[in-house]
C-alpha cells in the first residue's frame, strides 16, 4: 500500500548537479529507514545513500559528492547530487521501509549525466 515516487531526474553535463525528491504516501507513520538506489544498464543495482533516523550511509562512489537529507514530517527524502560524473547515469530508485534495501520502491528518475 505504501507508494514511493522519485522526481528530479534529467540530463545534465559532468561537474553539474541535480536534486532528487522522493515521497511516500499511503502511511500515516515515520518510515524508519529510507534511501536511494541506483541501477545502469547491464549492471547492478547499488546503494547510494540511506537514512535510518539520525544517521546517514553513503556508496563509496557517492561519498563526499552526494548529499541525503530528510523532512520526517512528510515522509520526503532529497538527494543532492554535485561533481556529477558520466559514471553517475543510472536509474535512481528510491527504496522506504523498517531497514533498506526493503520490498518497498519507487519507479525511478532517469539521471544522465554527459561528458
Known amino acids: 500500500q505504501v507508494q514511493l515516487v522519485e522526481s528530479g531526474g534529467g540530463l545534465v553535463q559532468a561537474g553539474g548537479s541535480l536534486r532528487l525528491s522522493c515521497t511516500a504516501s499511503?502511511?500515516?507513520?515515520?518510515?524508519?529507514?529510507m534511501g536511494w538506489y541506483r541501477q545502469a544498464p547491464g549492471k547492478q543495482r547499488e546503494f547510494v545513500a540511506g537514512?535510518?533516523?539520525?544517521?546517514?550511509k553513503y556508496g563509496d562512489s557517492v561519498q563526499g559528492r552526494f548529499t541525503i537529507s530528510r523532512d520526517n514530517t512528510r515522509n520526503t527524502i532529497y538527494l543532492q547530487m554535485n561533481s556529477l560524473k558520466p559514471e553517475d547515469t543510472a536509474v535512481y530508485y528510491c527504496?522506504?521501509?523498517?531497514?533498506?534495501?526493503?520490498?518497498?520502491w519507487g519507479q525511478g528518475t532517469q539521471v544522465t549525466v554527459s561528458s
Open positions: 499511503g502511511v500515516n507513520f515515520s518510515i524508519r529507514a
Open positions: 537514512t535510518t533516523g539520525g544517521a546517514r
Open positions: 527504496n522506504a521501509g523498517h531497514s533498506i534495501p526493503s520490498g518497498t
